[in-house]
């Protein structure tokens, strides 16, 4: 069984820096794109930043130039650098792995910031 470890997510400082990973454990292989999205209290989640495999990386333009997406596939690992981070940053973010025709989610880590 696939399941996919969130970790790196707590409180932190407006303006500050954080780094999410995102592992997979289990068997899994030839896995396509990788992801982050979020959700914000009373809010729907959204789309946060998407690598291929291939390392084409995509943003949402909340943050773009300040998010980095990268990627280890030797150890099916997600990494979401998240820099000058905002308030409006605070979220729960879950990771995903898309592996045709299946798609992994990871259970959630949070991002409080405080002002």
């Known amino acids: 069984q696939v399941q996919l470890v969130e970790s790196g997510g707590g409180l932190v400082q407006a303006g500050g820096s954080l780094r999410l990973s995102c592992a997979a454990s289990g068997s899994i292989f030839n896995i396509n794109a990788m992801g982050w999205y979020r959700q914000a209290p009373g809010k729907q989640r959204e789309w946060v930043a998407t690598i291929t495999y291939r390392s084409s990386q995509l943003y949402a333009d909340s943050v773009k130039g300040r998010f980095t997406i990268s990627r280890d596939n030797a150890k099916n690992t997600v990494y979401l650098q998240m820099n000058s981070l905002k308030p409006e940053d605070t979220a729960v973010y879950y990771c995903?792995?898309?592996?045709?025709?299946?798609?992994?989610w990871g259970q959630g880590t949070q991002v409080p910031l405080s002002s």
């Open positions: 995903q792995f898309s592996v045709p025709p299946n798609r992994y």
